[in-house]
């Protein structure tokens, strides 16, 4: 009886419910309308925070936008993009940094001018990046199924040279995700096409561990709790995967809206903030097994697309085109 209640125990602490509206964590504050040209998906969101500066990139538009982080003010459009991906802002060197998959290659630019600086050539579906503020070293996935390949590159890229350093050979032909840890030299990459977690490490250029992800399918999100060890995996499927870093091992599976392409942990109140079709799922963590869904917050078709700034206690979702609708950017205050 003791071991059927020690069960009943630990099922009930992962029981996740809807908080009361009054007490949602995100308030609609502002919705920037974007001009008819703004076609296509968005991908990645990039922000200047000391510039005051927030990029956008509306796939189908071939350029990224750029709007007044606070305001929501258009300042300028970067054109000359095939397919922007995803956007980093190095606020030392001033410049940006665009990876392009139609062309295959990372763009820099002049962040005061605007203006393209160099390229630094990769293989086409050049994608998702993550970004290590010590070396100034951009790892970007790219490659794939694309370029007829069933093997990936994840490709490190020295910003501040604007050359390319070396390629890291991962099998399989669809990678999404990756995030990086701070205090080692691991980093984590979501191995889509084999629905799986890969371990890099950064110092030796290497997978070093690969971790099934059973509880779900079409892993393409990733956020991270480097303190508690604890890795989110958010899959198409509608569901998130808790993963402990230091086993590899599934820790609780927990619903969320269908269609997710974004994820984020706020250290400071320890929520996972997660961009799907039409939502955005909001958990608490309570404990490093324990979780409860705060809120889904209604945002609209296939705004997947999403960036906390804590700094100002904003949450951006990008609402792609839709119909007669324009495409718009949701700007939430995180309460």
């Known amino acids: 009886?003791?071991?059927?209640?020690?069960?009943?125990?630990?099922?009930?602490?992962?029981?996740?419910?809807?908080?009361?509206?009054?007490?949602?964590?995100?308030?609609?504050?502002?919705?920037?309308?974007?001009?008819?040209?703004?076609?296509?998906?968005?991908?990645?969101?990039?922000?200047?925070?000391?510039?005051?500066?927030?990029?956008?990139?509306?796939?189908?538009?071939?350029?990224?936008?750029?709007?007044?982080?606070?305001?929501?003010?258009?300042?300028?459009?970067?054109?000359?993009?095939?397919?922007?991906?995803?956007?980093?802002?190095?606020?030392?060197?001033?410049?940006?940094?665009?990876?392009?998959?139609?062309?295959?290659?990372?763009?820099?630019?002049?962040?005061?001018?605007?203006?393209?600086?160099?390229?630094?050539?990769?293989?086409?579906?050049?994608?998702?990046?993550?970004?290590?503020?010590?070396?100034?070293?951009?790892?970007?996935?790219?490659?794939?199924?694309d370029v007829h390949q069933t093997y990936s590159m994840l490709t490190v890229v020295d910003t501040t040279a604007g050359k390319k350093v070396a390629d890291i050979k991962i099998d399989g032909e669809t990678l999404e995700a990756t995030t990086l840890e701070s205090a080692t030299p691991r980093l984590y990459v979501n191995n889509k096409a084999k629905n799986q977690v890969d371990v890099v490490d950064r110092d030796k250029r290497a997978i070093v561990a690969s971790w099934p992800v059973t509880k779900c399918k079409t892993n393409v999100a990733m956020a991270l709790d480097e303190t508690n060890h604890r890795l989110f995996i958010a899959c198409r499927t509608a569901t998130m995967v808790v993963m402990d870093t230091q086993t590899g091992k599934e820790i609780a599976a927990l619903p969320i809206t269908k269609g997710v392409d974004d994820a984020v942990y706020d250290p400071a109140s320890k929520r996972i903030y997660t961009a799907s079709d039409g939502n955005v799922d909001v958990y608490q963590q309570s404990s490093p097994d324990e979780y409860k869904l705060l809120a889904q917050i209604p945002t609209g078709p296939m705004a997947r697309t999403a960036r906390l700034v804590p700094e100002l206690k904003r949450y951006f979702v990008a609402v792609p085109q839709h119909g007669t609708d324009p495409a718009k950017i949701l700007v939430f205050d995180v309460l």
């Open 1 to 145: 009886m003791k071991n059927r209640y020690s069960v009943l125990a630990a099922f009930l602490a992962l029981i996740v419910i809807p908080a009361r509206a009054q007490d949602a964590p995100l308030k609609l504050a502002q919705t920037i309308t974007l001009p008819p040209d703004a076609k296509g998906q968005f991908d990645h969101f990039g922000v200047d925070l000391k510039g005051d500066r927030l990029f956008a990139t509306p796939e189908g538009s071939k350029s990224v936008r750029v709007f007044e982080l606070k305001s929501g003010k258009p300042i300028h459009t970067i054109s000359g993009i095939e397919k922007p991906h995803a956007v980093l802002y190095r606020e030392d060197l001033d410049r940006i940094y665009v990876t392009d998959g139609e062309a295959g290659d990372l763009k820099i630019f002049d962040g005061k001018t605007y203006k393209l600086l160099s390229t630094v050539k990769l293989l086409e579906d050049a994608d998702s990046i993550g970004y290590d503020p010590k070396t100034k070293y951009l790892y970007i996935d790219n490659g794939g199924g």
